[in-house]
């Protein structure tokens, strides 16, 4: 069993910056891949980054350049870094490894 918890959404300005964590419990953490999705509403959950138990990083084409994706094996977390944010952005964000999910975090872009 996997348990991952999702933390740092909230509303933000077109441009700003957020930075949503993934507790992961487990002790297999070190070898798994993360990633993380989103779901907008009325939309599919989509991959929006990914990175590997070697830190090997990838990037849905729509958020290049603006979101990073990182982990620290040490501490079980799974970051992602969100600047220049967009409207678009806007959804429900999701920690994901192996089979298991975490709950979401909500993302808004608004003024």
């Known amino acids: 069993q996997v348990q991952l918890v999702e933390s740092g959404g909230g509303l933000v300005q077109p441009g700003g910056s957020l930075r949503l964590s993934c507790a992961a419990s487990?002790?297999?953490?070190?070898?798994?891949?993360m990633y993380w999705y989103r779901q907008a509403p009325g939309k599919e959950r989509e991959l929006v980054a990914s990175?590997?138990?070697?830190?090997?990083?990838s990037y849905a084409d729509s958020v290049k350049g603006r979101f990073t994706i990182s982990r620290d094996k040490a501490k079980n977390m799974v970051y992602l870094q969100m600047n220049s944010l967009k409207p678009e952005d806007t959804a429900v964000y999701y920690c994901?490894?192996?089979?298991?999910w975490g709950q979401g975090t909500q993302v808004t872009v608004a003024s």
């Open positions: 994901k490894g192996l089979t298991f």
């Open positions: 487990t002790s297999f953490f070190n070898t798994m891949g």
């Open positions: 990175i590997t138990s070697g830190g090997s990083t």
